[in-house]
């Protein structure tokens, strides 16, 4: 402390008073930016032996929840029809088996593999159907319209997800997540399952086609370079503002207290 | 264009062989070093010889530390160099990066174009800085205020003349000639604004009304497709339709799209007018009674419908009545039902007008 | 350039001063008349203080957006014409847009410097607003519009209003989707003005929203109306300032009488140029690294959709974050519609500032009595109830502007996006409260401590045992420099006296009544600090203190003394502290 107050009237206090609140705010700036990585995709299979390994798997790690019978408990709900899509995008994304009830379940990196994930979901999808996980050409994005896809995005998904897939608040803690680490498996099956709060996008009402569409302007749009130089985080102007302020002003305040400083020769 | 004081001219800064440098730092209104040529260029030193002697130099001509200046010198120069390096690099960016059709291409152009530009100028500013700061003495000068306000007689003066004027001009005496002037500006006023006329049709009860009717088919916006209930049989599903025929037309859009929602059985309650909803399926206008943002943000579990802009919240059950937010009217209901061949269209127009509260609302 | 001569001989060819005098000197003097007043220009002394390249961020910005304006206007096409776009940005092939939007990523994407010009432009918008605000936060809390630069603060607020018209309008002209969400909430709010709102909107988009016309409309206005306003208001601005002259920090040998620092030419000329390079540089440099306004990310316009997290720029924020606070409020009366939750938030927040701002300057004169010249710059601390004013209008802006991003805010520190208005809406009511208070507190302890050190001097750390025993720390006498500094209380406001004579000693009647009541009242508060200690050599600014009882806070130097606040309400010393012997015994 009384190092400090020694310095502080040095002509380098002004900087330094500066700098420091230049880095506390680019560490503010810091959360606004999370990236994250593209999973690879995962191809679906199902058959008579892969259902029973599901159902002990199913036993091991969910039925705390959702009863031995997969029929639901207090804790969690029923599986029986929600389909092996639903646990494919559940478990595979890590946000199941849940670890502590929260306003939503947070994307984690997955507890079981993907063979075991599909074995559970065979085995759920035996007891009642649903929507089976999309097959690797179902979510080729070979050959699809993006132009299209951006505006399904745009019309459906972006009130939430915001227009790049960064994310977005939604009410009461619960949020819609970002695009960013997504398969184009998981995005499929969100729209197809609608987990959490999220809306269902059924097959006929948006088609496996326009599906293919979306998925593809919001894989390529997330691998896209930003031409204009650092993305920003792609929020908006939130964070444009504060870099002007920050990076704008913070620079032009450096070099006008340089400009100005008193000078100190013999010093 | 300043030389009464007598300009020493300009004088190299530290290029002459300077043994006095602390002496000089001392005395640094006292020209050092080797003087300048001859004396005789001061510019008008031979027209006004036989003026009183010219006042000290105001400025002095070099800086205390002279070593340090010449020192600063190369720093400066080297500065201008690079910034005429960026500079000349900026124009080989141009030529030499070409746009493509990839992103990269764009992205390596803007970075070259910008870091080039924005080297240029940095060192610029930092060699003129630094040329400030290092070359030219420190000096401070003091400059006297006169006050603002003119002396008294000067003001007396003006207010003599102003009411000479005003007298001269008879404005004053006239009242006709004033009062007519006066008249004369009060129609060339308003014309400006008549103009202004053209600019909109009159509003009329345009804003009470969609382009929704009997028997308009709900398309899903972008691709246009007519729905069956049964394509929309998922409890939790939510879509943007639009009015058939309507998909490019903005102004239309701009009031008339609407989101379905499918619910459970028994999940949609009071104030939801459940005659205009078909195997429970429900239609609200999608735009925001605030201040007409679409909202679209559904959240199935909830049956909130948050709008991204403001944040008013709807709950989709009870007829998308308010529940948190700045908006103060529900979301108005599409009366909706099925044609003869089983797609969801409108029974009619809405029956509250869309979107913002306005004055002719009521 | 006195002479009349041309030419004289000897002067042509003895280096390049001699030469521009000799030649085109000449030539301009013998046809303006122009060697005086130009000398006076040249020799006309800046003062020095890094707040004061503010304004200059703005001047600059401003210069700038004239320049890449102008290249942008070479190749946008301000139509609303539909078309389907098949360019060269291949992710949006196939989508129906406008013309305007079209040309927008024509320009980023096939324009060669196209994206580095937009992006300087934009920037630069968004620097331009942000050094008015600094700059006109820094001119409140110094009192630098105080007479008699009280008309230059008031156009400096109409720069500050058309700079967020032209910042609103430029960004609505690319026609995405961001855009054209600001657009249709600036239709909901005109629809809300009560009697002309649909009149008014239905006249701006020449019908119905969004039509053909609102784009064309408003780029002539962002490019030719707003920017020659802006132009002659800048110009007005600076020749004010160039005709008063500019204001000075407190510091050693500088009075309301004179100027002091460094001549235009060639010192001032030299900086202010360096510093255009540098805000040129960091415009460009930003423009280079950091993506600003991406719209192909956007999107096209698209009544259907909106996307999460849709903000204005910075700049409009706060108006945003009023509509996101108010509570529904709405009447229904006499067939018509009052839509206070619409018109309150969008009209009352920015009203008050920009009248608050505006009126100001006048009602402190008036509170304060206050007619003299001021040049010396107020130190914040000095006008502890205008900083606390100031800093409470600063937090009442900052909740509303930050509840404008309270999505964004929720979404990425993981809070209930209800909390976070819910949390506004009690703080923009008793955030500027605390604020006051606390800076109010501030600032006077920082005056106190002001006293203290001119009346001790500063502590050196050194530690003295008496003969008595008694151990007292060692001060140092304040330099002469601070010293000038720390007395510079000559502009700190006087305080009016009831019953108190004029100079002429007739009693005030413009204190008597109840406006006269209120306005003492006033005036205690805004005249309320820490008195200099007496004996320190500043005969000039010994304003009156110690009306109604007060305590005086000076003593005899070499006693224990008080530093004392008064508050001119009761009298009551309200903070005191007993400091220990003066050892220098100044």
Redesign the interface.
Known sequence: M?WIIARRRRPVAGYAVVLLGLIAVGVVYA??T?QGSPASASSPAASSRETAVGRQLFVQNCSSCHGLLAQGTNTGPSLIGVGAAAVDFQVSTGRMPLKEIE?QAQRKPPVLNTAQTHAIAAYISSLGGGPAIPGASQVSTQGA????G??LF??NC???????G????????K??PALTASTPTQIYEAMLTGPEAMPVFNDTTITPSEKRDMIA?VT??RS?P???????G?????T??????I???G???L???W???KRRVHE | ????EG?T??FPPGGGPDGGEAEASRAPHRVIGTPPP?E??T??G??ESDAPPAPPR??PADPDDLAGASRAEKIVAALFILAMLAGFGFIAA?IG???G?S?DS?LR???A???S??????A??????I??RRL?PD???????K??ASPPEDREAFAETFREGAETSQFVKRPILRRSLIAATVPLLLAPLVL??D?????GT??RHTVWRKGLRLVI?DTGRPIRPADFGSPGGMI?V?PEGYQ?N??A???A?AIIIKFEPGELKYPTNLKWTVDNIVAYS?ICT????????YEQTTHHILC?????TFDATKGAT?L??????PLPQLPMGVDSEGYLVALSDFKVPV???????? | ???T?EA?A??AG?????KV??GT?TFL?DRLH??KS??TL????FP???????GE?ALYSFIILLLTGTFLTLFFKPSMT?LV?HG?????????MSEAYASTLNI??????G??MR?IHH?AA??FM??IM?HMIRIFFTGAYRK?RELNWLIGITLFTLGMLEGLFGYSLPDD??SG?GL??L???I?????????I???????????M?IIPRLYIIHVLLIPGLLLALITAHLFLMFH??HTQMPGK?RT????????LY??FM??T??????????????????????VW???P??????????????YM?ML?GA????????W?LW???F?W??LI?ALVPLGLLFTGAALWPFLERWITGDQR?H?VNDRPRNAATRTAIGIAVITWYGIMWLEG????I?????????TT?EIARYAVVIGPVIAYILTKRICLGLQRKDAATLLHGYET?IIQMRPNGEYVELHAPVPEEERAVLEARTTAPLPLEAGSDDDSGVPDPALRGPVGKLRLALNRVVTESVPLPVGNGHGTNGHGNGHGGNGHGSSVAGEPERAAVTSGEDGKTLLGRDSPEDPGEH
């Open positions: 009384s959360a606004f999370t306003a319209d993006t132009g299209l951006q505006q745009t019309s972006a009130q939430c997800h915001n227009f790049v960064a994310g977005g608040a939604l009410t009461q803690g949020y819609a302007y390529e749009t896209a930003n031409p204009g130089g650092f993305s920003l792609r929020v908006g102007p939130v444009e503002g504060l870099v002007g302020w990076g704008g002003i620079a032009l305040v070099s006008a207290l400009i100005t400083a | 264009m300043s030389s009464t300009y001219g300009d001859a005789q260029r510019l008008l031979t027209s105001e400025l141009y990066l070409p746009l059709a992103l764009v152009s803007n970075l174009l910008g870091i530009m924005g080297v240029a100028f940095m610029m500013g930092v060699g003129a800085v040329w400030v030219m000096v401070e000068l003091t400059e006297a205020r006050p603002l202004l006329r600019l909109g049709p009159l509003p345009k804003l916006s943007t639009i490019t903005d102004n859009l701009v009031k799209t999608k605030h201040v007409g943002c679409p909202v679209a943000l991204p802009c403001h944040q008013s308010v948190f937010g700045p908006a103060n009217r979107g913002p509260s306005f004055w002719e609302r009521g | 350039m006195t002479s001569n004289p000897g002067a003895e280096g390049p001063v001699e005098l000799a000197g003097d122009a060697a130009t000398r040249l020799k006309k002394v020095d203080h890094w707040t004061f390249l503010l961020i539909s776009y060269t940005y291949s992710r949006l092939d196939g989508v129906r980023s994407f096939d324009v060669r410097g994206l580095l992006q920037w968004d620097l942000a050094a600094a008699p989707l961001l969400a249709r909430i239709e909901g709010v629809l809300g003005i009560p009697i002309v709102g649909t009149y909107s239905f006249f701006l988009f020449g019908g119905q929203f969004p039509g016309d008063q002259k040998g309301d009488k004179n100027v002091v620092g460094q001549p060639p010192y030299a900086k140029g360096a510093f255009f390079f540098f805000v040129f540089g960091v415009l460009a440099l930003l423009s280079a690294l950091a993506q600003i306004n991406p990310l956007y999107g316009y698209n009544p259907v959709a909106m996307s999460a997290g849709s903000q204005p720029d910075f924020g945003e509509l996101r606070i108010f509570p529904n409020w709405s229904n067939g018509h519609t839509a939750n619409v938030p010249e040049h991003a309270n999505d964004v929720a979404d990425h520190f993981q809070i209930s996006l209800y208005t750390g």
